[in-house]
């Protein structure tokens, strides 16, 4: 699905790319609270039984937290923008 946020004005942005399924958003957002990262701004979009979506985040994601989210279940990609 097309999603767009414009240029990244947060220290940080990650991407994911993941199955549509309920409870989504939930884990991706415990998972960056849990590593004290705060979330500036989120976009997700979905299309049939795939879904996208943005996070900006108030700081650079460490190694830990991109790991915890490839983990969770539906997730196909995790990609660190900035």
């Excluded at 989120?42 to 989210?69: C, F, I, Q, W």
């Amino acid at each position: 699905p097309n999603c767009d946020m414009g240029v990244c004005r947060a220290e940080g942005r990650i991407t994911l790319l993941h199955r549509n399924i309920p409870n989504s958003l939930g884990r991706f957002t415990a998972a960056i609270a849990g590593e004290n990262i705060n979330i500036d701004g989120l976009m997700n979009k979905s299309r049939g039984e795939y879904a996208y979506t943005m996070l900006d985040l108030d700081r650079h994601p460490s190694a830990d937290a991109v790991e915890h989210l490839r983990q969770i279940d539906g997730v196909l990609k995790v990609r660190v923008i900035k």
